[in-house]
Nanobody, 127 residues
């Protein structure tokens, strides 16, 4: 069983930056694709970014965050990060970290592909 804990959320003005962290315990972190998802107010959870299992490996982004957000990981620390720059009010919501344990087929852009989830961290961007 993989346990994920997000941190780094908060209140920031539009144009500002935040860095989210997700610390993993249990399982084999270095073998999992990792993803970040956003549940905006009144909406379903949506894909934000993902990174392949090796540090410096392939990364994937939602069109809405390309050029502004960067996902990275440190396998030595069992941690994945989401650097968020040029934040907009529409980036507001709860951000969830997720791990793809390889047990479910499908696209890594989809919620259902991920086997483990954190509790989420709130990000609020004021205009």
């Amino acid at each position: 069983q993989v346990h994920l804990v997000e941190s780094g959320g908060g209140l920031v003005q539009a144009g500002g930056s935040l860095r989210l962290s997700c610390a993993a315990s249990g399982g084999t972190f270095g073998s999992y694709y990792m993803g970040w998802f956003l549940r905006a107010p009144g909406k379903e959870r949506e894909f934000v970014a993902a990174i392949s299992w090796w540090s410096g490996g392939a990364t994937y982004y939602a069109d809405s965050v390309k050029g502004r957000f960067t996902i990275s990981r440190d396998n030595a620390k069992n941690t994945v990060y989401l650097q968020m720059n040029s934040l907009k009010p529409e980036d507001t919501g709860v951000y969830y970290c997720a791990a793809d344990g390889g047990r479910t087929s499908g696209s890594r852009y989809q919620v259902g592909k991920y086997d483990y989830w954190g509790q989420g961290t709130q990000v609020t961007v004021s205009s």
